[in-house]
């Protein structure tokens, strides 16, 4: 199957820093890429969608400004987490479809966040 | 609104049989996944449905009922490892996939 890759697999960092996390297609290429955010005990909820070369669209009551989102290439797109506060603390899973359609999704490992 | 419904948590012994339901309410239908997550991991694919009737993969199957709303998934010889959450997600008319809450799968010995 298709292998997505995300980096960093874990963060902590300070209240007021903000933290890049890059969600990478390894052996295809991704024209759509979805962002997911999954509280403790609870399933994921899509923060957003990006498509290659567009602005990313969001879902209501996800601050844009906050998580600005980067797809610049087919096999990579970037979620950033600025100006992070505790209540951002959550895991980070993105995901890719591929060209043949939005049948499947490959999901990353995954990003754990800890801010402080 | 759109909906799906799942179990919460289900319990059952190594070895046997285990049946998870999963029920939805969505506008449109491009069909259905079964996902299997593992505690502080991300989800990896199980099954898809899109036609009625039960898809059968290894010790797992999957069944649909589109009129009814309904899927199934179905896990045969459980084993230890089978503990984990499974979710059921819905991709509605819009290509978008509406998750449900996921079910805890305890396996006892």
């Known amino acids: 199957g298709a292998v997505v890759s995300q980096h960093p697999s874990w963060v902590i960092c300070k209240s007021g820093t903000s933290v890049k996390i890059e969600c990478r297609s390894l052996?295809?290429?991704?024209?759509?890429m979805f962002w997911y955010r999954q509280f403790p005990k609870q399933s994921l909820m899509l923060m957003a969608t990006s498509n290659e070369g567009s602005k990313a669209t969001y879902e209501q009551g996800v601050e844009k400004d906050k998580f600005l989102i980067n797809h610049a290439s087919l096999t990579l797109s970037t979620l950033t987490v600025t100006s992070a506060h505790p209540e951002d603390s959550s895991f980070y899973i993105c995901?890719?479809?591929?060209?043949?359609?939005?049948?499947?999704?490959?999901f990353g490992p995954g990003t754990r966040l800890t801010v402080l | 609104g759109q909906n799906i419904d799942q179990p919460t948590e289900m319990t059952a012994t190594e070895g046997a049989i285990v049946q998870i339901n999963c029920t939805y309410q969505?506008?449109?239908?491009?069909?259905l996944f079964w996902y299997q997550q593992h505690a502080g991991e991300a989800p990896t694919f199980l099954s898809y449905?899109?036609l009625d009737g039960l898809e059968e993969k290894g010790r797992f199957s999957s069944f649909l009922s589109r009129s009814k709303g309904y899927s199934y998934l179905l896990l045969k010889e459980l084993q230890m490892k089978d503990s984990a959450s499974y979710l059921c997600a819905v991709l509605d008319s819009n290509y978008q996939l509406i998750w449900g809450a996921g079910t805890k799968l305890i396996i006892k010995p």
């Open positions: 969505t506008s449109g239908f491009n069909g």
């Open positions: 449905n899109v």
């Open positions: 052996d295809f290429q991704a024209t759509t």
């Open positions: 995901s890719a479809a591929g060209t043949s359609g939005y049948n499947e999704q490959f």
